[in-house]
């Protein structure tokens, strides 16, 4: 009888760990975030390519909203035409690691 508790409870955390979302790692975004800085880091910056886009601040945001607004570039949802090159070369991962370590940002 213990044994197949012992079954059913590891069987369960299988299923947790496989059901888990890609989990968003702020350490990790470090070297990811250098990128960024270029444009995100500036207050009142403007980006001038192919228009003029006032680049909006990123940093203290919840993770789930850059994580879907990177999501919405990388799919063609949100049009902006250097975001979207950014967002198609991050992995679901990155968008976790740099959603996670932006939301820490005051
Ligand atoms: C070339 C300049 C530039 C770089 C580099 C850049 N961004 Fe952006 N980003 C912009 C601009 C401009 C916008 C506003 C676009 C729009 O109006 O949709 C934006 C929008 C965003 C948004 C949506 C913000 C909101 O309030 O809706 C997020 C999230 C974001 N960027 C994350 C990132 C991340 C993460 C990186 C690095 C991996 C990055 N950006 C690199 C220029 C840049």
């Not at 888990?20 to 403007?46: F, L, S």
């Not at 001038?48 to 940093?59: A, D, K, L, N, R």
């Not at 919405?72 to 949802?77: A, H, R, S, T």
């Amino acid at each position: 009888m213990k044994k197949i508790f012992a079954l059913l409870a590891l069987a369960g955390i299988a299923n947790l760990a496989a059901a888990a979302d890609v989990v968003g790692n702020a350490d990790a975004a470090k070297n990811k975030v250098a990128m960024c800085i270029g444009c995100h880091g500036i207050p009142g910056y403007k980006a001038t390519f192919p228009e003029v886009y006032q680049v909006p601040m990123i940093g203290g945001q919840s993770a789930k909203y850059i994580e879907s607004a990177l999501n919405q570039y990388k799919k063609g949802d949100r049009k902006n035409p250097s975001m979207r090159g950014i967002a198609a070369g991050l992995s679901d991962q990155d968008i976790a690691d740099v959603a996670a370590y932006y939301a820490q940002q005051k």
